[in-house]
């Protein structure tokens, strides 16, 4: 029997926060009503427009499958007989299309389909479902159950997707701002107490877990678990097979990325941060080598270009420091696994009880040297001024984190006290898609200012392998002035409710967002002084 919705539905965000902005979740009252919505929507990305290049971030958003086959499988993975009466296009993420499918038993399921950008095919699926399953098995880490999944699209759905059990409880960010400061602190408790639970098992090598079987026959390096972790290192299929599980190579986008897809990278597993971090800047020669093209960066340059040599020698100087900065740490590296995205609405939590009952989107998660490690959920960043009320708030929070870390965690702790962990780290977190990302500026900042903190790390007694003219300095520093006045602006219109950083916005503010930025774009031109600085005020202003 084919099942067919009787409805299709979308859930919309309606609210007290800024209608032009993203908000932080669980900063702002969220309230979510649903609408009918035809075929086509589901395919498509609606929550936000881009100032700049909205064409190809809706692209990298667009989604097609087969609707129907969809069901049939929702519906087979969880009992014949049913039918499928509603489906609704949950608020969409940056990544994956996800959406709530009720059936005619009243059973609520999740079906969640990747975007292109969320990672590359095959592989990101693989790697969640594996994971998901060693944390919910082997962990006890509160994750819903999966029904049934693909990591393929050839299949009759049309795309990988994954079927789930629905959370149970509430999303975090939807009471948040509700709860007594307490009940924050408590479930601040909670949240180190799971991650102490990650802690326990520590990993071989730095990259991500697989199903053996999945990596096979792709020619790819990994290291199974189970000789080092007993029982912790096979699960059973859905077909009562035994299976092993594997750390193989990194699913991050960065590492697959258009023509890097199809090229022979070192994506990993690693043995130590060392390895990685040289990995990472032969991956970057490799490919700027073949694809890196001349750009102008205006905010460096209105004669001359950036080119691949420009690049290329950027990213060598990288590596002669790389080896130093991996090594200046007599602390142990250990590999473990971390929530990669632990924001409050990826977290629920019983509203009786204040306990927390699911931890989802788990996408993206590896296993990494400590330090590589997120310093604290992002739940926790600050968001304000900390002389305010709000700032005073935040900051017990991450306080009474840290506390709960030293004294659960010494190691981490350890390595999160380390006032020169950001200069150790910034660049292997900046070198890869450097280009793509058109930041050269950053990982030269990141370079210039491990430079400077040289005997800082250690290494006095060896001369600095690695310098910058005072020529490239001066460069770099007119470069600095230019960015930093630019993003001043630009933190000014976001304070003032007008257009958020990153140019993102609700689509039904797009029309005005644009004709603000034009508004602002010239009143920036005609800030210059002589008509050479207007062209350079025309061509360095970021939403074009």
Request: proline content about 5%; some cysteine.
């Amino acid at each position: 029997m084919r099942s067919a919705p009787t409805s299709l539905w979308k859930a919309v965000e309606s609210g007290s926060g800024d209608s032009q902005s993203s908000g932080r979740s669980g900063r702002r009252l969220i309230m979510l009503a649903e609408e009918p919505i035809d075929v086509g929507d589901l395919y498509e990305y609606q929550r936000y427009r881009w100032l700049s290049g909205n064409s190809e971030k809706l692209a990298m958003r667009y989604r097609k499958f087969n609707l129907q086959a969809l069901l049939d499988t929702s519906v087979k993975a969880v009992g014949d007989g049913l039918s499928c009466v509603k489906l609704l296009k949950c608020v969409e993420g940056q990544f994956n299309k996800a959406f709530l499918l009720t059936m005619s038993n009243g059973l609520e399921i999740i079906a969640r389909l990747p975007n292109p950008n969320a990672g590359p095919a095959f592989y990101t699926v693989a790697s969640e479902v594996a994971t998901r399953h060693f944390l919910r098995d082997k962990i006890g880490i509160p994750i819903p159950r999966i029904y049934d999944w693909s990591a393929e699209a050839h299949n009759s759905v049309g795309a990988e997707y994954i079927l789930e059990e629905k959370a149970t409880g509430q999303p975090l960010g939807s009471v948040w701002a509700n709860l007594t400061f307490a009940s924050q602190l408590d479930i601040v408790s909670q949240i180190v107490d799971m991650e102490k639970k990650l802690a326990s098992i520590t990993f071989p090598k730095h990259g991500c877990i697989y199903y053996e079987t999945d990596l096979l026959s792709r020619s790819l390096d990994y290291e199974a678990l189970d000789s080092q972790h007993g029982s912790l290192g096979s699960a059973t299929s859905r077909n009562d097979q035994p299976l092993t599980f594997v750390i193989g190579p990194s699913a991050n986008p960065v590492f697959w990325e258009r023509e890097k897809a199809t090229m022979n990278l070192d994506r990993g597993p690693w043995e130590s941060v060392a390895g990685y971090a040289t990995a990472l800047g032969k991956n970057e020669i490799e490919w700027a080598t073949s694809h890196a093209m001349p750009r102008m960066n205006f905010h460096r340059s209105m004669e001359f270009p950036e080119t691949s040599d420009d690049y290329i020698a950027l990213v060598k100087k990288y590596m002669t420091l790389a080896p130093y900065l991996a090594a200046s740490s007599n602390i142990e590296q250990s590999n473990r696994i971390s929530h990669p995205d632990l924001h409050l609405d990826n977290i629920f939590i019983d509203p009786g009880t204040n306990r927390i009952t699911c931890i989802i989107d788990w996408q993206q998660t590896s296993v990494c040297p400590i330090s590589l490690h997120r310093s604290n959920p992002q739940m926790l960043e600050l968001s304000v001024s900390s002389q305010s009320d709000q700032g005073r708030h935040e900051r017990k929070l991450l306080d009474h984190y840290y506390n709960a870390v030293k004294e659960t965690d010494a190691l981490r702790w350890e390595v999160l006290t380390d006032p020169l962990l950001a200069v150790k780290t910034n660049p292997f977190v900046l070198v890869p898609g450097c280009w793509e990302r058109e930041d050269l500026f950053s990982l030269r900042n990141a370079l210039i200012t491990a430079i400077a903190r040289w005997s800082d790390m250690g290494h006095g007694e060896i001369p600095c392998p690695v310098h910058f003219s005072e020529e490239e300095l001066l460069r770099h520093q007119d470069e600095m002035d230019l960015l930093e006045g630019i993003s001043a602006i630009l933190r000014e219109l976001q304070d003032e409710g007008l257009i958020p950083l990153g140019g993102m916005v609700r689509p039904q503010y797009y029309e005005r967002a644009m004709e603000l930025n034009n508004h602002f774009k010239h009143a920036f031109i005609d800030l210059a002084e002589n008509e050479r600085q207007r062209e350079l005020h025309a061509k360095v202003w970021p939403y074009q």
